[in-house]
């Protein structure tokens, strides 16, 4: 086959990459809830252009990434899907960028090689399927480093210079750290040119320079008058965070690291060897560009290297401007350089016999491997999403909204866009501080609808809020999805009318004529949790089926406009209509349900069960439980699987506290307590059928002993009710 067909078949591979990053980043993009961090992106880009500017210049990043989210919602509109699609762009952007790069460095396998292991690589599309900067950020420093190379083969090109200073300029308007990568530019390029003595090139690299602070200073003026100082670093070991990047580069994974360590360790010795050839000069044929790729060799180092010792230094305690924690998403911007470095070093180390399919190879096993896991984590709860629907369709104008905490705030407020008072987390709450705190917002409101998340029990367990609302007003209406509840009170002299938005309506309720309704959730695992929302004025009744599964029965009242009716998922698997049959219209189709069935559990150890007969109200009962095979060491892990059984079909979904608990005291404790694990069980409560078994498995992480074989063992727990406690 001839070079020009070589280079045709390998151009043909690399859009066959791009494709193949296109198609994983899209991949299950809406379904995954929003978490704390995308919820506050949400709640700052509603903000106008000037308050965005004004509110980062305040926080840790600048304004660029939010002013174009801003600017995207204002034409598709909001939610997971569309709020992340910018990223998935980003993402697919620093692939393609990859093609050319990997090209000018080793030709057109170097270019496959880069762009393929990018865009199979877990973490750039984890970055890619968030509404963060991230991804954007690393794409604008990407496209600085290939300016600087297209710059340096041509200083004339007037093109390259300005492409290098507007993309780095924007890699800094959109995240701080970016300064990473024009770090790494100028310990390469600097040292570089005056080895060679090139002076006047060098002069025309600081002009380039000092454009990028003209460029920047405008901002850092405005945003240096209202930067705050302050501190979330947390201590970490050295060794551990070498061993965090290590495993981010190699497998993109930023938890549970001991479970990719046969991973790691083989793409470290590949990377060893095959960088070791290159360092080493094993037969490296660069011929007449020999002195141009030994200084992209020190370029991308550094642009491997900074971020990882950047990241340190600045997650060491200061006492000026942030300082954040350790986190694994700053390492991002080296991945460009290790995936360049590694398709470049598999094609030059030509010695080398079958590096190009190990290398494949190490690709390909590395995302059958990190990439499964990772998409079954994506999975959308219904966390607000059912009661800020709720709120932005049947809220009357007199009604104020209060968040009881404001633990999940920003969750909470990307759901529902209104006005709202949060409770705040850690405030010890009295009658007296709600009268200062509540009591102006109930005097000019008709009445307060309160939404209160897990938190709230442990925040508020005396009830103070709702003890001080209920002297207030009437219990109007109360609705419960997953572990959050709505409660509306209203003042006793107001009476209230059916009231129905016109402008909030979301996407997907189903207008059914004289009713509206619809379930946000399209997919659910056994046990979860979400709510059908029917909108209309006349009370009627209704009944909700999957296929030929009666999921829900019971009676709209038309007395709000709007109500939720709680829904878990039941214990099948398939995709199935759902059909709503409500008052005298016919059965209409809603949509389609796809269900996941879990499996249960398997049991731990090969010992009999351990007979109990504890039982708790409305039937739910421990049948017993099993230890796993012994011998415990001290410190060590011991498993523990229990046998529970349903007297009727659970609405909340029970979290179990196992307390290891010994004769000898702890004095590392202060008590008796010597291991604990809390977790919910493996099969959710709220999936246990009548008279069928659940299981908890779990381990416990017992305290290192003080005095090894001396102590004697017991286990007590306490199951966590929304309104009591029940201990055994």
């Not at 949400?42 to 305040?58: D, L």
């Not at 200073?217 to 965070?241: C, D, G, I, K, N």
């Not at 938890?255 to 991973?263: D, H």
């Not at 190879?361 to 998409?375: D, G, I, K, N, S």
């Amino acid at each position: 086959m001839n070079r020009k067909s070589t280079g045709s078949l390998h151009a043909f591979a690399c859009i066959l990459a791009l494709w193949l990053a296109w198609a994983l980043r899209l991949l299950l993009l809406g379904d995954k809830s929003i978490w704390w961090d995308e919820g506050w992106t949400v709640w700052t880009i509603r903000k106008g252009f000037s308050e965005i500017a004004r509110w980062t210049a305040a926080d840790t990043h600048p304004p660029l990434y939010f002013w174009l989210l801003s600017g995207w919602r204002a034409l598709v509109g909001e939610g997971e899907w569309l709020l992340r699609f910018p990223s998935v762009g980003a993402g697919l952007l620093m692939v393609a960028v990859a093609v050319p790069v990997g090209k000018r460095l080793g030709g057109w396998k170097a270019a496959l090689g880069a762009a393929l292991l990018l865009a199979l690589h877990r973490f750039a599309i984890r970055w890619s399927q968030e509404i963060r900067m991230y991804a954007l950020a690393a794409l604008f420093a990407f496209i600085s480093v290939w300016a600087l190379m297209a710059w340096l083969e041509n200083p004339g090109r007037r093109k390259a210079a300005w492409g290098y200073v507007i993309s780095t300029t924007l890699a800094l308007y959109t995240l701080y750290l970016s300064g990473m990568t024009l770090v790494a530019e100028n310990l390469a390029v600097f040292p570089w040119l005056i080895w060679k003595r090139r002076w006047k090139l060098l002069f025309r690299w600081s002009t380039l320079q000092g454009a990028i602070i003209g460029l920047l200073a405008p901002w850092f003026l405005y945003a240096l008058q209202h930067m705050r100082t302050w501190s979330v670093a947390e201590p970490f070991s050295p060794a551990h965070y070498l061993w965090l990047w290590a495993t981010i580069l190699t497998t993109g994974a930023p938890a549970y690291l001991e479970r990719y360590i046969p991973l790691v360790a083989g793409w470290s010795l590949f990377a060893l060897i095959v960088l070791g050839a290159i360092l080493a000069g094993i037969r490296m044929d660069f011929r007449a560009k020999s002195e141009e790729k030994t200084f992209y060799l020190g370029l991308f180092l550094c642009c491997l290297l900074v971020p990882l010792g950047f990241v340190y230094l600045l997650s060491i305690p200061r006492g000026f401007l942030y300082t954040p924690r350790l986190e694994a998403r700053y390492l991002l911007f080296s991945l460009p350089a290790f995936a360049l470095l590694m398709a470049w070093a598999v094609k030059e180390a030509k010695p080398l016999m079958g590096r190009e399919m190990a290398g494949a190879f190490l690709v390909l096993a590395t995302a059958l491997w990190v990439l499964p896991e990772y998409y079954a984590g994506r999975h959308l709860q219904d966390d607000y999403i059912s009661i800020g629907a709720m709120l932005r369709l049947t809220r009357a104008e007199d009604e104020g909204v209060v968040l009881h905490t404001d633990m999940d705030w920003p969750v909470f407020a990307a759901h529902y866009p209104g006005e709202w008072v949060g409770i705040p987390n850690a405030q010890p709450l009295s009658q007296e501080w709600l009268d200062g705190y509540l009591g102006p917002l109930w005097e000019r409101s008709g009445g307060l609808w309160l939404v209160q998340n897990p938190d709230a029990l442990r925040a508020d367990p005396g009830r103070e809020v709702t003890r001080w609302l209920e002297r207030r007003g009437d219990k109007v209406a109360a609705f419960r999805v997953g572990p959050h509840t709505l409660t509306l009170y209203r003042k006793r002299d107001l009476e209230r009318k059916p009231f129905i938005s016109q402008e909030a309506v979301p996407l997907f309720l189903k207008d059914l004529g004289r009713y509206k309704a619809g379930i946000p959730l399209h997919r659910m695992r056994t046990g979860d949790e979400t709510a059908l929302l029917v909108c209309g004025s006349e009370p009627a009744s209704l009944i909700l089926s999957l296929g030929d599964f009666e999921w829900l029965s019971g009676d709209f009242k038309g007395s709000l406009g709007c109500e939720l009716f709680p829904l878990v998922a039941p214990p099948l698997s398939g995709r199935y209509p759902v059909m709503l049959r409500i008052g005298e219209k016919g059965t209409v189709k809603l949509g389609v349900m796809e269900l996941e069935k879990l499996p249960l559990p398997q049991t731990y150890g090969p010992g009999e069960m351990i007979r109990t007969s504890f039982e708790w109200e409305g039937g739910l009962r421990l049948l017993g439980y099993k230890l796993g095979e012994g011998p415990y060491q001290p410190g060590g892990k011991f498993k523990l699987a229990m046998h529970w059984q349903a007297g009727r079909p659970e609405q909340v979904r029970l979290v179990l506290f196992v307390h290891v608990l010994g004769e000898v005291y702890n004095a590392s404790q202060g008590n008796f307590l010597w291991g604990q694990r809390d977790a919910e069980p493996a099969l959710p409560s709220t999936a246990w059928l009548p008279a069928r078994d659940g299981w908890k498995n779990g381990k416990c992480q017992s305290f290192p002993l003080l005095r090894p074989g001396v102590i004697s063992w017991s286990l007590a727990g306490t199951i966590w009710l929304p309104a009591s406690a029940y201990l055994w």
